[in-house]
């Protein structure tokens, strides 16, 4: 019900914006996860946002590059990639759990998911 889109080959250094959308749900009443997978390794929670947006949490490696928003009226979560490295290579996917408004937090688990999206950074 997820879909994810905006992957895309990019030169080291470079920026992408991830757009995660669905036309089953109301994407404001659900927590939302950004994940990677890279080939050969374990799938990584790269980002995740409260249903209120008032709670946004990012792994180490991406901390202070990648931006995590919503945007309501497009029923839309955004990832924004900044700074990307080869290292940040990988199938890109986003995931939804329904979560109350009042919880300021990220969810442990996710019942909804996208089908993935490509980033590939290489010069």
């Known amino acids: 019900k997820l879909v994810e889109s905006g992957g895309a080959l990019v030169q080291p250094g470079g920026s992408l914006t991830l757009a995660c959308t669905t036309t089953?749900?109301?994407?404001?009443?659900?927590?939302i996860g950004w994940f990677r997978q890279a080939p050969g390794k374990e799938r990584e929670e790269v980002s995740c946002?409260?249903?209120?947006?008032?709670?946004?949490n990012y792994a180490d490696s991406v901390k202070g590059r990648f931006t995590i928003a919503r945007d309501k009226a497009k029923n839309t979560v955004f990832l924004r990639m900044n700074s990307l490295r080869p290292e940040d290579t990988a199938v890109y996917y986003c995931?939804?759990?329904?979560?109350?408004?009042?919880?300021?937090?990220?969810?442990?688990?996710?019942?909804?998911w996208g089908q993935g999206t490509q980033v590939t950074v290489s010069s």
């Open positions: 995931a939804a759990e329904a979560q109350p408004l009042y919880r300021a937090m990220c969810v442990t688990s996710y019942d909804y």
């Open positions: 089953g749900l109301t994407l404001d009443y659900y927590a």
């Open positions: 946002i409260s249903s209120s947006g008032s709670f946004t």
